[in-house]
């Protein structure tokens, strides 16, 4: 009997134990990160309007650029995962040392991009107050982001061999020095200058740097690191262990980028619409990022699950641990939705007291909880399937369905450029357009990326193909 087919199916309810328990620390390091931007927003918006757009444009532009560099680096949790997986230890350290020589190569880009960030600032066609506040605040949140990097690195590595708690107690950490970071930066207190919005960025390079020093530090000291070897000697650039890291992901960081993208284009459309519409898409946009969290920490888990099994050949149990991630990722996605559905209006009106707002916003809401169930889906199966080192699949299948069908069809739809009457559908539709046209994306995307994952993942096509990638 092949490898392929002799090994056991471990049990539903363990998987998902397993999926559990190596996916709540990760959801919760998930949510400190989107804490700092909303502490951002909020202390700049007490600030003054013009601080507050500073943040807003600056986030926009950092996220844009910083979120693909961060999802190449994700390539490292499958290929360490492996690894582990495989016993192979010493060669995880080697693999994470080829991964700083990355980082430091995606901090020198982002660097560069920051610090000249006139390109950006001349799509936002901002006022040239707003403009000044921007530059800034680009300006020192470009000198975090090496050790920004190095963290993710950190974030990636100790994931993919089952020690995400760490990752979390560093974030929380981080965001405990928030708000007293801010407070010094942005008003000037305890000697330091006053920055206003661009204190925001000072305080979060200074924690950027914290974490990272304190990451690497206990990895060096950690009894429970030591067998990776991370620290033993030093490695100079190797071509061939960095094409792997590249090979993988750079279609994951443009996979990121697609996303990214896809909604900043769609809010910056809906901009048009007028000040009540945008409003509340900003409110629907918020808590579908809010919402995705748990199913994107539900897909880091299963994604270094399913990679520790492939480096034991454990073939048939890496395709269970993606079914029931799938399986688990749905269930929790419908109940959420479910819930939001029916309290839509009663959370619209936790971010707006405006009565217009709130009812364009409540109405928005419910077209979020259908584009969840797909965006939870294909969450999970989009990590699942880098676990088995697939990303350039996925790649194509989201810029087909968020760009040309989710972006494309949405403005269609959003500005009565499409003839749909025959069907029922009358156009314009406004802002629904476009969150009509991201279901129908999302649907497509999800549905093609988990009839993916059901082909390849198939005990003989895996094992094939981990032939072919041992070659």
């Known amino acids: 009997m092949s490898p392929a087919t002799s090994q056991s199916i471990p049990l539903p309810a363990h998987l998902l134990r397993e999926l559990v328990k190596l ?40 996220f844009s650029v910083f979120g693909p560099l961060m999802g ?12 582990y997986g495989a016993g192979r230890f010493a060669d995880i350290g080697e693999k994470v040392r080829q991964g700083m020589w990355f980082s430091l ?19 936002t066609q901002a006022e040239p107050e707003v403009r000044t506040r921007v530059r800034d605040y680009l300006g020192y949140i470009a000198w975090g982001i090496p050790p920004a990097l190095l963290f993710r690195l950190f974030y990636s590595y100790s994931t993919a061999v089952s020690r995400p708690r760490m990752v979390m107690v560093f974030n929380l950490v981080g965001l405990a020095f928030k708000i007293p970071l801010n407070w010094v930066f942005m008003y000037g207190h305890l000697g330091a200058p006053e920055l206003g919005a661009s204190g ?24 429970g690191y030591r067998r990776y070897a991370v620290f033993e000697r030093w490695s100079w650039p190797d071509g061939r262990a960095l094409w792997e890291i590249v090979s993988l992901g750079v279609p994951i960081g443009v996979t990121f980028f697609v996303d990214v993208t896809a909604f900043t284009f769609m809010a910056i459309f809906i901009a048009r ?25 539900l897909g880091n888990a299963a994604s270094v699950l399913v990679g520790q099994a492939l480096g034991a050949h454990d073939y048939a149990r890496a395709r269970a641990t993606g079914i029931a991630g799938l399986g688990m990722g749905f269930a929790v996605a419908a109940c959420f939705a479910a819930l939001l559905f029916i ?18 916003a409540a109405a928005l809401i419910r077209f979020v909880c259908g584009y969840h169930l ?8 989009v990590n699942v399937l880098r676990g088995y080192k697939r990303a350039v699949v996925p790649m194509v299948i989201y810029g087909v369905g968020l760009w040309c069908i989710g972006l494309a069809g949405g403005y269609a739809l959003a500005f009565g450029h499409a003839d749909l009457g025959s069907i029922g559908i009358t156009t314009p539709m406004g802002a629904r357009g476009f969150w009509t046209g991201a279901i129908g994306g999302m649907c497509i995307a999800s549905l093609m990326v988990a009839g993916y994952f059901l082909y390849v993942s198939t005990p003989r096509r895996a094992m094939q193909a981990d032939k072919v990638l041992t070659a």
């Open 374 to 381: 797909f965006d939870a889906v294909q969450a999970v199966v």
């Open 23 to 62: 996916g709540w620390p990760v959801f919760i390091a998930q949510i400190a990160v989107m804490a700092n931007g909303l502490i951002d927003t909020i202390m700049a918006g007490r600030y003054g309007t013009v601080d507050l757009a500073g943040v807003g444009i600056g986030n926009a532009i950092f």
């Open 72 to 83: 190449m680096q994700i390539a490292m949790t499958p290929i360490a995962a492996r690894l």
């Open 105 to 123: 190569v995606l901090a020198v880009v982002a660097f560069a991009l920051f610090r000249h960030p006139e390109p950006f600032l001349e799509l």
């Open 200 to 223: 925001c960025a000072l305080a979060t390079t200074c924690i950027s740097w914290g974490m990272c020093l304190a990451a690497w530090f206990w990895v060096s000291r950690d009894p």
């Open 273 to 297: 619409l007028g000040a009540t519409l945008s409003a509340s898409h900003q409110i629907a946009a918020n808590i579908a990022a809010l919402l995705f969290m748990l199913p994107l920490a």
């Open 343 to 360: 309290g839509a209006p009663l959370v619209a009106s936790l971010y707006s007291q405006d009565e217009g707002v709130r009812a364009a």
